[in-house]
């Protein structure tokens, strides 16, 4: 018997905290309420993400595609560019971040803006209180400009990144002059978008918004050395506790202002990798979408339901690309992803795996541990969860008055659901 099983014959079950069944008419049923969704979809009807995308960036009467586009197209960012080019070849992981950034899709950092926009103008503001020129299809000026800054500061952040570690020489043979040289491109591309977000931040003129963000920016950068890691700075997950007392990370009550968390949830499971979420893209996020509330004035309830709204709705997208990642990549997924963290604490013994290899300083066999994971029930687990997320979104959109941006933000969460569930069904 797993942990999760004993949990639940205790009823203290930690990747359930309430039920999210989704049920075909749209209604959810959390805990001991049943509530509507408003949108009537089921798990049967899909929807296209780019409908979707396209849907939001019409209520919010901006494509999102220009918020990195106004950032990027400038003198230093072309000079980099052209530097780009002499890497073609060279597989430096920036040329990855570099597309992405322009390509597009929905690992992409475009939908971070889009996610405040559309909770800015769902959450609304008081016409009486700002003129005709502050605002525009509903969001304010000063909304938008938080949104860029908030998605330029995780892109830098992205970018710093991708830098190689080349402390071993002559692990990289005839590439170790061309990856020095992406990495020089790295830092300084990196610096310059975060010097600029900063610059940008001031402007807004509002000190607790430049609090706000500033403390998200700290917590990717603790989110980095967050728990252990490989000789290569890739995360590695933490060997599971001995007791079976479950560990439930209620980040919603704490102070977001003071540092997230703390080093007593490594090793234990889902709060582990909550955690490990909230610092490296829910707290940036949730704090993007609370700075908002700030700005348009909306008082400190609305500002706390922005934040949790938002730290779910990058709970669940880390939950669809954790799934992706481990279904597409069997060979190399991310140790800390939610499959692997799931597993590893309702069966510790899989952890021998990584230990093993710890201790003989062998490579970790990724298809060994892919089965060994695929063989529990930790996919039943996961979808405990990945409902659950889904219903808290739900449920903190629904305390949001204007209709469009608030069922866009639903649509865009069904969606990512749908998908994981996709790939987990499979």
Known sequence: MSRFERNVNRGQSQYCLGKGTIIPSGVFERGNRMYSSGLGLGRQEEIDWRDVITEAEQIVGYP???????WLFNDEIASTAIHLRKLVGSNHPVLKSAKNLLVGSKSNLQSVGLIILLTSKAAGFDSLEFTRDHYD?????????????????????????????????????????????GNKIVLLTGDF????????????RNNEVTELISTGLRDLVEGDAFGNH???????????????????????????????????FLGRGVAEWTLRTMLMSGSILGKGCQGAMKLARRG??????AYILGGHLALLWQLYLDVKDFFTHPYSYSLVGAPTTIALWEYPQIYGHIWESKVEKTPIEYKQLYYAVR???????????????????????????????RLALQKMALTIHGETLQYIEK
């Open 64 to 70: 999102t595609s220009f918020l990195n586009l106004r």
């Open 137 to 181: 299809s509903g969001v304010l000026h000063s909304q938008r400009a938080l949104a860029e800054i908030v998605e330029m500061k995780r892109t830098g952040h992205m970018i710093h990144k991708a830098m190689v570690n080349l402390q071993d020489k002559k692990n990289h043979g005839d590439k170790f002059k061309d990856l020095l040289y």
């Open 193 to 204: 978008l975060l010097a600029t977000c900063l610059q940008h931040l001031g402007g807004l």
């Open 230 to 264: 490989d000789d290569n700075h890739n995360p590695l997950p933490t060997q599971p506790k001995g007791d079976n007392e479950p560990a439930i990370y209620d980040w919603e009550n704490e102070d977001n202002l003071m540092k997230l968390g703390s080093n007593d």
């Open 300 to 305: 400190p309830d609305m500002e706390k339901n």
């Open 375 to 405: 063989s529990t029930r930790s996919m039943d687990y996961l979808m405990k969860l990945l409902d659950d997320e889904l219903a808290a979104v739900l449920e903190y959109s629904n305390r949001f008055p204007v209709e469009d941006a």
